[in-house]
């Protein structure tokens, strides 16, 4: 039987109903660990220590060695930029520091009802606009795998947690790799759901708060393994009538064998250890019987740009006017220095006509799509950098970053969905197709190498 802290949802309830453990016995096993490990890695930013041990001991009551649900016994850690009924909702500004929520969003409240213990809220940068977690409020997340290097970000709170074995599974946000960025950094499995699929109601509206949003961003989940994203997904997908975005469309899979490699077509400077896991990931998918085919897909060098023009442009002309003071100057200068460079203005027609290229680029890749449903694609250019490596370096150092990453935002400029592998390369696919990258990744899963549980301690 798995130690729990090391163990997949399958291995816990299987522990929890053989009744080698109880769901109580998890939960302390989680909560010690991250005592131990949590000072090193500062990826969870606030504990429900006594009221999970409760509601644990409340479930073990109740239900015994009985499953009450697919996420029972489950303990999970969750995004700042979510509201959790009694804890702070932050963005990670020390302005928000006494918002507490007094109910859970949709999203968190699904996870609940299907038995899921949430032990607390995890580390975010300010305003969770970053590919680091930097946070005025709570300061650095570290990457469990090597403290001096960084968790990622937006989400690098919960793929930290995740890969330390101080949560089975976390929740995330992505609007521009928040969820695959950490995800590849700290070597676990991201899931980001296409727009529309997972409602976006929030108790506390984020901030900054913008119809681009919809568009672009969506929640989704990590985890150790490709079996426990399905069942997270299958827990928090589905419409909701509040949500006019979200889509009650019914998710396929088409078990499509044919795969379109992507390595310079968004532009991307690519390391050479990211191009061999590129490699390594292509062979293990002939290996498990896709067909998979190189140089085919469209050029999607503006793609990344026209991303950065759009969400620029609101970040530089509407957010931080209105919350830039209340940022610390790393996370100010970044969104400057990095979004400054594809801001639009005030110019109206300029916006209008950037959102018209998005279709342009957008009717393209669908229609290439059918003929390849899955890309394969590196997220970062590197793998995962020291914890400074986008702090206050300047305009010039901020544009070669940005080209290290291009392969990120096109994702999200579509809304598509992206699963994050945890060697730093991604499965993408067409809106509604979820079970499709779900069951590629778990047909390449035995092929990569094992996740295994960090320990920087």
């Known amino acids: 039987m798995s130690e729990p802290c090391h163990a997949t949802i399958a291995e816990l309830q299987a522990g929890i109903a053989s009744g080698a453990y109880s769901r109580e016995d998890v939960v302390a096993a ?10 090193v890695t500062n990826s969870y930013c606030e504990l429900r220590g006594d009221q999970v041990l ?5 479930a073990d009551r109740e239900y015994g060695r009985e499953l009450s649900g697919p996420l029972d016994g489950v303990p999970m850690s969750i995004k700042d930029s979510f509201a959790v009924r009694g804890l702070r909702r932050t963005d990670g500004l020390p302005v928000h520091a006494d918002r507490v929520a007094d109910e859970d969003d949709e999203v968190v409240a699904r996870l609940r009802d299907a038995g899921g213990l949430v032990l607390g809220h995890a580390n975010v940068p300010d305003i969770c606009i970053r590919w680091n ?3 005025g409020l709570y300061g650095i997340a570290r990457n469990p795998r090597d403290p001096s290097r960084t968790a990622g970000g937006s989400s690098g709170g919960d793929a930290a947690n995740v890969a330390a074995g101080m949560a089975t599974v976390g929740m995330g946000q992505d609007l521009g790799g928040s969820i695959r960025v950490p995800a590849s950094f700290c070597g676990v499995y991201g899931l980001r759901p296409g727009a529309g699929t997972v409602p976006n109601l929030s108790v506390i509206p984020p901030f900054p708060a913008s119809p681009t949003l919809d568009a672009m961003g969506t929640s989704g989940p990590f985890a150790r393994s490709a079996a426990d994203l399905r069942t997270m997904f299958s827990v928090i997908a589905g419409a909701h009538p509040h949500d006019p975005v979200s ?3 019914p998710l396929a899979g088409t078990a499509s064998p044919r795969v379109a490699v ?29 067909e998979v085919a190189e140089d085919v897909v469209p050029d999607l060098r503006r793609a990344p740009e026209v991303w950065a023009a ?10 931080l006017p209105e919350v830039g003071a209340e940022m610390t100057g790393s996370g100010r200068q970044h969104i400057e220095d ?7 203005g005030l110019d109206l027609r300029a916006y209008h006509a950037v959102w018209l290229e998005r279709r342009a680029l957008q009717d393209a890749l669908v229609r290439f799509l059918e003929d390849y449903p899955i890309i394969v694609a590196p997220v970062a250019g590197m793998p995962a950098p020291p914890l400074d490596f986008d702090h206050l370096i300047g305009r010039e150092a901020s544009a070669r970053l940005f080209d290290r990453m291009r392969c990120v935002p096109w994702v999200n400029l579509f809304g598509l969905p992206g699963l994050a592998l945890p060697n730093g390369i991604q499965l993408v696919t067409r809106r509604f197709h979820e079970p499709d990258l779900l069951a590629t990744a778990e047909a390449i899963e ?5 996740v295994e549980v960090a320990d920087p301690v």
């Open 54 to 58: 409760a509601e644990a001991r409340a």
């Open 446 to 450: 035995p092929l990569l190498p094992a």
């Open 247 to 249: 889509v009650p469309a």
């Open 30 to 39: 989680h909560l010690g660990r991250t005592e131990r490990i949590n000072p």
């Open 310 to 319: 759009i969400n620029g442009t609101e970040l530089i002309n509407i957010a």
């Open 133 to 135: 977690t930097i946070s």
């Open 262 to 290: 992507l390595r310079g077509e968004t532009g991307a400077v690519l390391d050479a250890e990211i191009e061999a896991r590129l490699d390594a990931t292509v062979d293990a998918l002939r290996r498990a019987g896709f």
């Open 338 to 344: 990095m979004f400054g460079i594809f801001d639009l």
